[in-house]
């Protein structure tokens, strides 16, 4: 059996529990990046929470404010993919793209950045009517857009804190 300390692991195994999953027990920088073992990182978020639509944009935007879009995601993650209605699977996951197409902007990913912040866009447009949760989503249209446009005229994120989107009004 595999020993489950990280700092006995070769670059090439990766850290797996007892069944056989992948383990994200890599530390990661703001951004999601892995950073060595034995770094420290930045905390991550728990996968798999299961919170009320409040606290899931409570939690977010105080990732996207802090810079730490890619936590922000993983927030938006947990939504989608706790959610049983499809209309708000859709619109969780356009969340999580727009937070992840940030992260790709700041990371120096100009071209998919961009790329996922118009996918995300494309998820959350239906519902600029009749925002979900109090959303600012006509807000959060411009706001990607105006970012992809940044990013494909080669302007990186220097800090994502300050390029973060309001999520409510």
Do not use: C
Request: net charge neutral; charged share 30%; proline share 8%.
């Amino acid at each position: 059996m595999r020993s489950t300390d990280p700092s006995q692991h070769s670059p090439r195994d990766r850290d797996r529990d007892e069944q056989g999953k992948a383990r994200n027990a890599r530390p990661r920088d703001g951004l999601g990046r892995p950073l060595p073992y034995g770094e420290a990182g930045v905390e991550r978020q728990p996968e798999g929470v299961t919170r009320s639509p409040t606290r899931t944009i409570d939690d977010a935007q105080r990732l996207l404010d802090d810079g730490k879009p890619f936590h922000a995601h993983e927030v938006f993650e947990d939504a989608w993919k706790s959610s049983g209605d499809p209309d708000e699977r859709r619109f969780w996951k356009g969340m999580a793209q727009l937070a992840v197409g940030l992260t790709h902007g700041a990371r120096g990913n100009l071209v998919g950045g961009a790329r996922l912040l118009r996918r995300g866009a494309e998820h959350i447009a239906p519902y600029a009517e009749r925002p979900p949760h109090g959303i600012a989503v006509a807000g959060l249209l411009a706001w990607a857009e105006a970012l992809a446009a940044e990013l494909d005229a080669g302007t990186g994120i220097a800090a994502p804190g300050e390029r973060a989107p309001r999520l409510r009004d």
